[in-house]
């Protein structure tokens, strides 16, 4: 499976932004995940389209929201009162995903840009 992401830019602290993920063809679970410059790529969200399972890190849970689209197999991240410290590169990929975290991810996207900042 091949991920497209889209939807990142510059927004302002308090802002939101909407990404997303374009898969072609079927996977069951997919997570988002982030990498700030210097730092490690970290898992941020994910969601089992057969379970409705989703998983949220503590640092956006209550702010970020993962949703699928099926008609058009399209994985969606809604990022609300975003902070600096989101500030990264988001990407996708296909991953086991249950409420308690995700496991080893696979075909990654090629990521999309966040920045926050005022």
């Known amino acids: 499976v091949q991920f497209v992401e889209s939807g990142g830019g510059l927004v302002q602290p308090g802002g939101s932004l909407r990404l997303s993920c374009v898969a072609s063809?079927?996977?069951?679970?997919v997570g988002w995940f982030r990498q700030a410059p210097g730092e490690e790529r970290l898992g941020v969200s994910c969601l089992n389209r057969a379970s409705g399972l989703s998983y949220y890190a503590d640092s956006v849970k209550g702010r970020f929201t993962i949703s699928i689209d099926n008609d058009r197999n399209t994985w969606h991240l809604q990022m609300d009162r975003l902070k600096p410290e989101d500030t990264a590169v988001y990407y996708c990929?296909?991953?086991?995903?249950?409420?308690?975290?995700?496991?080893?991810?696979?075909?990654w996207g090629q990521g999309t840009q966040v920045t926050v900042s005022s």
């Open positions: 063809g079927f996977s069951y679970a």
């Open positions: 990929a296909a991953v086991p995903c249950d409420p308690q975290g995700m496991g080893v991810a696979r075909d």
